[in-house]
């Protein structure tokens, strides 16, 4: 077993040392921090047809010492054309990030021929390059990281509570979200304690706090400074914990009836604006949790994301009651396990979820006087 895990970690987790940082054309403009080793994807649309390509034009950097470098020529990706003429593709830069500092690159579009005349487009970006973390191992654990972001929240009209996650890993769904109806809900991630999930219910089960529930998990947790988890209960009440030893950009912000965390991020950016989209989106009428879940997800990812791209992602929403025959509590269950585009493919699912129990999204549960939920 061992063994096969082994063999299963390159596929999990791009490993612990150098990440790949993924940039796409919103990225224009934008600041990002990376760390010496990381390598650097630009990918950009054109089309090659109309003699427009994409060429590095410059990189503002130290002359002497270089804090990004190109590693190889640009190439073009055309995409299936299905019978079109003339269809676009992508652009693809790759770049290193070589030393500690500061270096802004430029792409331009145009064409080879039309020497004298402005790019059609400019991408430009900034790269902090900061020095390596090293990020210590639990001695004799196989463990890889679940670097990602995530969003644990409660409606405290319909009692409900879920979890919402994305990352560069293989099923996060599997591992990070952990939720129970009228008790709260939990996002292990970051080299993850798994046994935060059904340890941290279990406290909150028993009354304590989400601030309680997450000193009793790290105080007896030795790899507590490598973790990150994220708690909100039935009651509304939340809270987030981000180890010292977390990969930058690491760090959480904690709301009403919410948690947004995240580790290995493009920048703080991701996690605020995370919440603010959930807060912008549970203000919409007729929206629930489930809605506002996926627009935290979208702006996490709008934002840069995971630095190191994306792969899967989950949303997990439980109600008393309200799984499949009413026989347990998973009102919505869904996973993209592997996808270039996690979160929309999420979206997607989720639409088709509506139509497919349209009388369990129409019904809103009503709440007792103890917090509790019934039909």
């Known amino acids: 077993m061992k063994r096969l895990f082994a063999l299963l970690i390159p596929l999990l987790a791009h490993g612990v040392g150098a990440a790949e940082l993924n940039l796409r054309e919103a990225d224009a403009g934008r600041v990002v921090s990376v760390a010496v080793g990381d390598k650097v994807v630009i990918t950009l649309p054109g089309n090659i047809t109309t003699g427009y390509s994409w060429s590095l034009a410059r990189i503002e950097a130290d002359a002497q010492r270089p804090a990004v470098k190109s590693t190889g020529d640009i190439a073009y990706k055309q995409s299936p054309a299905n019978g079109r003429v003339g269809v676009g593709g992508l652009f ?11 270096a802004v690159v430029h792409l331009a579009y145009k064409r080879s021929f039309e020497k004298d005349k402005p790019a059609a487009k400019i991408f430009s970006v900034t790269l902090e390059v900061k020095p390596a973390k090293e990020i210590p191992k639990k001695e004799g654990s196989d463990a890889p990281l679940v670097a990602t972001y995530s969003i644990v ?31 709260g809900a939990v996002a292990t991630q970051s080299y993850a304690n798994v046994t935060y999930g059904p340890d941290g219910l279990r406290l909150l089960e028993q009354g304590k706090s989400p601030e309680e529930t997450l000193k009793q998990l790290t105080d007896a947790d030795e790899g507590r400074d490598l973790r990150q988890v994220g708690i909100v209960d039935a009651k509304g009440r939340a809270a987030s914990f981000t180890g010292a030893k977390c990969n930058s950009w690491a760090g959480h912000k904690v709301g009403q009836h919410y948690a947004a965390q995240g580790n290995i991020l493009a920048s703080e950016a991701v996690v605020k604006d995370m919440a603010a989209a959930f807060e912008k989106a549970r203000a919409k009428p007729s929206s629930r949790l489930a809605d506002w879940l996926m627009a935290a997800l979208a702006a996490a990812e709008a934002a840069g994301g995971d630095k190191r791209g994306r792969q899967s992602a989950a949303l997990l929403v439980v109600r008393d009651k309200a799984g499949f025959g009413g026989g347990n509590d998973r009102f919505i ?43």
């Open 92 to 102: 693809v830069a790759p770049f290193t990030a070589a030393v500690e500092g500061k």
């Open 333 to 375: 269950d869904l996973r993209v396990e592997d996808h270039k585009e996690p979160v929309e493919e999420l979206a997607r699912l989720l639409e088709i979820h509506k139509r497919f129990y349209p009388n369990l999204h129409a019904t809103k549960p009503k709440r007792t006087s103890s917090g509790d939920t019934k039909k």
């Open 153 to 183: 929240a409660f409606d405290p009209e319909t009692g409900d509570l879920g979890v919402a996650v994305q990352s560069k890993f293989f099923s996060v769904g599997s591992v990070v979200p952990w939720a129970r109806a009228n008790v």
